[in-house]
């Protein structure tokens, strides 16, 4: 069985549609994240752009999310899920939510695969492609418990900032989906993107800090080789969580 053509293709923004969030990257496949494409993908993923590998969908083409995973439980909403360590471990802990991932990355798509496998995980499910897309145009209002948002793209550079994932029109998008009482949790290892988080959220008056400014790691987000890394290079690392209040 080969990979499906169109399923894992990033179409190119078209004038006048939202900047992306992300940069897709091309990096090759070992052999087991080849194998878990063709065996795992249509079990535990869907596309959020081609309509040849479809997620489950209700009559008002919103994300049927009780067909999704078998089950209708609290949803957290992973966006830009890495390699899947950090997805794979809190799902393994957290078994009555279930945790969907979206990542743009090819490899780190098919290493969640292989992670889900491993681990025989059944509250695990990947969409591939731009999760505010997803988010925009498939699910409802007030139907996650959580959102994460772990070492988003920073983009450095001051003319890319408009770019970054975590700004006030993405996070209004996001909030509109989170439930009350819900709770929004991000991370980065970049000090001024972590102000700018932390400006953004106070100032949106849905949100409420849970602490005064930034929080420790809570227990619950394990620290990835991703993380480690930053943290060799002399890093900070801020989280920042938030709780929508109305």
């Not at 063709?38 to 997620?55: C, E, I, K, M, N």
């Not at 780190?108 to 925009?136: Q, Y």
């Not at 800090?209 to 943290?231: C, M, S």
Request: a neutral charge; aromatic letters at 6%; hydrophobic letters at 40%.
């Amino acid at each position: 069985m080969s990979l499906p053509s169109d399923a894992f293709r990033h179409l190119a923004s078209r004038p006048h549609e939202p900047l992306r969030t992300f940069h897709p990257r091309r990096a090759p496949l070992s052999q087991e994240r080849e194998d878990a494409l063709r065996t795992l993908w249509p079990r535990y993923g869907f596309s959020v752009h081609d309509a040849g590998s479809p997620a489950p969908q209700l009559p008002d083409g919103a994300l049927d999310t009780v067909t999704l995973f078998g089950r209708s439980a609290p949803v957290v909403l992973e966006i830009g899920s890495g390699m899947g360590e950090t997805t794979a471990a809190m799902a393994a802990a957290d078994p009555s939510r279930d945790y969907l991932a979206v990542e743009a990355h090819l490899p780190g798509v098919a290493n969640l695969l292989v992670l889900i496998d491993r681990a025989g995980l059944t509250n695990v499910r990947i969409a591939h492609g731009d999760a505010l897309d997803l988010v925009r145009t498939t699910l409802p209002e007030q139907s996650l418990d959580a959102v994460h948002v772990f070492f988003p793209d920073p983009w450095p550079k001051a003319k890319h900032h408009k770019r970054r994932l975590v700004q006030p029109a993405h996070v209004g998008l996001l909030l509109s989906r989170l439930r009350v009482g819900g709770t929004l949790h991000c991370a980065t290892d970049w000090v001024d993107y972590a102000d700018a988080m932390l400006e953004v959220l106070t100032a949106d008056p849905s949100l409420e800090n849970t602490v005064d400014a930034f929080v420790p790691r809570p227990p619950y987000r394990p620290v990835t080789k991703f993380e480690r890394r930053g943290l060799d290079l002399g890093h900070e690392v801020r989280d920042l969580v938030f709780r929508r209040v109305r």
